[in-house]
């Protein structure tokens, strides 16, 4: 199966829609935990660094001479990159809020670290614990060459310090979405990962990002069972110099007991579309040339351009702050967004393309991000593609969209008062073709860590946020007249809402 095969399989379409109810007495666990297993609490996450959301997404610099990450400061990484920021009582129950957004708050991704040197923490393989704050500790021995076979990185002088894995559990998203789900949880892995890069960038570390998981390796060294948890991206921090470390011998697979921690809730209803997608994408595309500007593939071409322009004043809050505050906020009024914020906004999009990606391909030519403005000082409203490589937005053509993209996204008519929708698009037959079906796996991680991108330069500019990814698929390519290869991803929104009282 092919990225563009499952995604017209997995289509909305208004006239053929199937009965969407969940069963609420099956709902999934959102917390995986491993009774019994070595646990390690975090000392509290405390100096969160102090830098705006636009150096956070810039690209990364030389680690500083002599900086070792530490157990207080990876309590401090993890927290910013996936913790728990929040809490709301509704009834009975309680509901906890994350630095990252998750589709229907489901969250499906799981973290795991490969610590080589941790100062305060032992080497080995960790699993961390979201509600309990902690680490659980799954494998004791040095495991830097395994984690960096994962990647293909194991003929590296230099091993790496830490690896982050980021993994996602298919049933906690399929419970409510069905086959479509394998969309979700890639773009709720991208929203991850871009808290992850941005903090480790405010931390002063440099990191390299991997995509193309080798997922037999993965799964071996995660305890993962392939078919309830998938692994979809690796962040490595580059070590001192020393080499990876050679195992004495074959990495030993973990009992069964680990492996069952990856089942949700009793009963777990397999879909074939999303197994067979990642059957086809387990396979790593052959070496080739690298995709061109996305944009330029999707039969829109802008008849004028304009310059990104950096405002003169700094964000009202910095990193730190603005990951505490981020919460999906759709409560959108109309009224002006001033014409530097909007310049604020997608200067930091443009810093966060701009993240060196030193591994091939580069995953950010696999999405284009469009714009329809509606209410922005000095931008007439209508459909614009942004080339933030070279610091441009260009006008494809003028008109209000928003109402007709509301009823476009599950006729959902909050959209409509937004100051800003962007769009993050691809072509799905170019992906495949140069890619193959791992194609698709780059442009929903990359659409889901724009879209973060975007989350969090509204909240440091007090503006609302909300992602859509349930829209009728058709009706949104033809309204941006996309062509017969391309598809609309993702939507968010972004503009002036609601005062809160």
């Not at 040095?142 to 690896?163: F, H, Q, V, W």
């Not at 310049?343 to 284009?368: F, M, T």
């Not at 593609?385 to 006008?395: E, H, R």
């Not at 659409?447 to 349930?470: H, I, K, Q, S, W």
Request: aromatic share 10%.
């Amino acid at each position: 199966m092919t990225g563009k095969t499952y995604h017209q399989i997995t289509s909305y379409d208004r006239h053929r829609m199937k009965n969407h109810a969940v069963d609420w007495k099956n709902q999934p666990a959102i917390h995986k935990v491993y009774p019994g297993m070595d646990y390690r609490y975090l000392p509290r996450p405390e100096n969160l660094p102090q830098v705006s959301v636009r150096d956070a997404a810039s690209p990364f610099e030389q680690k500083p001479e002599g900086y070792q990450v530490t157990i207080e400061r990876l309590s401090v990484i993890l927290a910013l990159a996936y913790g728990i920021t929040g809490r709301v009582q509704a009834g009975k129950k309680e509901y906890f809020f994350r630095s990252a957004p998750s589709a229907g708050g489901l969250y499906p991704v799981e973290v795991y670290l490969a610590a080589g040197n941790v100062s305060g923490l032992p080497p080995g393989l960790y699993h961390y614990d979201v509600a309990g704050l902690g680490l659980c500790r799954l494998r004791s021995e040095n495991i830097m060459y395994d984690a960096d076979r994962c990647i293909g990185a194991a003929t590296e002088a230099a091993g790496p310090e830490l690896s982050f894995f980021l993994t996602g559990i298919t049933f906690r998203s399929a419970w409510k979405y069905k086959a479509r789900a394998f969309r979700y949880i890639l773009m709720d892995t991208g929203h991850v990962l871009e808290n992850l890069l941005m903090t480790l960038r405010a931390e002063g570390l440099s990191a390299t990002v991997h995509y193309d998981i080798d997922r037999e390796a993965s799964d071996l060294l995660l305890g993962c069972d392939p078919k309830r948890e998938i692994c979809f991206a690796c962040v490595r921090i580059s070590g001192s110099g020393a080499p990876s470390s050679t195992p004495a011998a074959p990495l030993s697979p973990l009992p069964q007991n680990i492996l069952d921690a990856g089942k949700v809730c009793e009963k777990e209803e397999v879909f074939d579309e999303i197994e067979q997608i990642t059957l086809a994408a387990s396979r790593l595309p052959e070496p080739g040339t690298s995709p061109p500007p996305m944009w330029k593939r999707l039969e829109v071409t802008p008849d004028s351009w304009q310059s990104i322009e950096p405002p003169s004043s700094p964000a009202l809050s910095d990193f730190s702050i603005t990951i505490v505050r981020r919460r999906s906020r759709r409560n959108f009024v109309q009224k002006e967004l001033p014409g530097a914020t909007f310049n604020g906004i997608l200067d930091i999009l443009s810093n966060h393309s701009k993240r060196e990606q030193p591994v091939r391909p580069p995953y950010g030519a696999c999405v284009s991000t469009g714009l329809l403005v509606q209410n922005v000082a000095g931008i007439s409203p209508g459909f614009y593609i942004c080339d933030f490589q070279n610091n441009l937005f260009g006008k494809v053509r003028e008109g209000l969209f928003n109402d007709a993209m509301a009823t476009a996204c599950l006729d959902q008519q909050w959209l409509q008062n937004a100051a800003l929708h962007f769009c993050f698009m691809t072509d799905l037959g170019q992906l495949n073709e140069i890619c193959g079906p791992r194609g698709y796996q780059y442009a929903l991680l990359e659409a889901g860590r724009l879209g973060e991108a975007v989350y969090l330069a509204a909240t440091t500019f007090g503006l609302g946020c909300c992602g859509v990814g349930a829209l009728y698929d058709g009706e949104a390519k033809g309204l941006l007249s996309l062509g017969p290869d391309s598809a609309l991803l993702y939507l968010v929104a972004a503009g002036p809402i609601k005062a809160d009282f």
